[in-house]
């Protein structure tokens, strides 16, 4: 019963994250951001324990896979290239005054 609870959580987690990720993107709405950052924020927590508790419970079949070449290639690109990302985005310079001006709002906006 864990198990298919797991997968299910991990599917609706997927949905809300890939639904709100993208109309974020499609929309560029700060407002709309703004009011899905709450859902974005929870399913991807979820998502996160839930992937944790999949790979837990499919490790076998998973290792099986990286064991294939051409699969094993995929994974570790996809690494890089989020890593790669990951540095970009921590050494984007941002102006700090303007980002606590952004938060002391955002916090405004949330306690209303």
């Known amino acids: ?18 639904s709100s990720g993208i109309l974020m993107i499609v929309l560029n709405s700060l407002e709309f951001q703004l009011q899905m950052h709450p859902v ?7 998502m ?30 996809m690494l890089l290239m ?8 921590f050494n984007k310079t941002m102006d700090k005054d303007k980002i606590q001006e952004i938060e002391l709002l955002m916090s405004q906006l949330e306690n209303k």
């Open 40 to 46: 974005h924020k929870i399913f991807g927590v979820l």
């Open 82 to 89: 989020m890593s790669l990302l990951y540095v970009v985005g």
């Open 1 to 18: 019963m864990f198990r298919k609870t797991v997968s299910i959580t991990l599917l609706v987690s997927l949905m809300a994250l890939a």
């Open 48 to 77: 996160t324990i839930s992937g944790a508790f999949h790979i837990y419970f499919n490790f076998k079949p998973i290792k099986k896979y990286l064991s294939m070449r051409k699969v094993l290639v995929v994974g570790i690109g």
